[in-house]
C-alpha cells in the first residue's frame, strides 16, 4: 500500500521560510516523478514543483522559480520542499503526490499540510 505523508506545514511570518517534507512508502519510485501541489481556500489545486525520482530532474510553476526548491533523498525516500521568502499568498494546504514518470495523472496522494503565511 503505497503511502505519501506531509509534514513539516505551520504558521510563519512573510519573509519567513519552511522545508516540507514527503515521505514515500509501500512500492519502489523508481521511474515516478514525485510533485507537490498546492490548493488555498476556494481556489483549484495548483500544480508547485516536480522531480524525477531517478534523475533529480526538476521542473517548477512559473510563480514559485527562484523561491521553492524541490529535491529528494532516495536513502530516506523523502522528497522535500524548501520554501523561501513566503508570501502571504502561499497561504494554502500542500500536497505531495506521485506518478509513473511516463502517465498523465498523479496516482498518489498525501493528506497534506496546512501551511500559512502571516502578513
Known amino acids: 500500500q503505497v503511502q505519501l505523508i506531509e509534514s513539516g506545514g505551520g504558521l510563519v511570518q512573510a519573509g519567513g521560510s519552511l522545508r516540507l517534507s514527503c515521505a514515500a512508502s509501500?512500492?519502489?519510485?523508481?521511474?515516478?516523478?514525485m510533485g507537490w501541489f498546492r490548493q488555498a481556500p476556494e481556489k483549484e489545486r495548483e500544480f508547485v514543483a516536480r522531480i524525477t525520482w531517478n534523475g533529480g530532474v526538476t521542473y517548477y510553476a512559473d510563480s514559485m522559480k527562484g523561491r521553492f526548491t524541490i529535491s529528494r533523498d532516495k536513502a530516506k525516500n523523502t522528497v522535500y520542499l524548501q520554501m523561501n521568502n513566503l508570501k502571504p499568498e502561499d497561504t494554502a494546504v500542500y500536497y505531495c503526490?506521485?506518478?509513473w514518470g511516463a502517465g498523465t495523472e498523479y496516482t498518489y496522494w498525501g493528506q497534506g499540510t496546512q501551511v500559512t503565511v502571516s502578513s
Open positions: 503526490a506521485a506518478k
Open positions: 509501500g512500492r519502489t519510485f523508481s521511474n515516478y516523478v
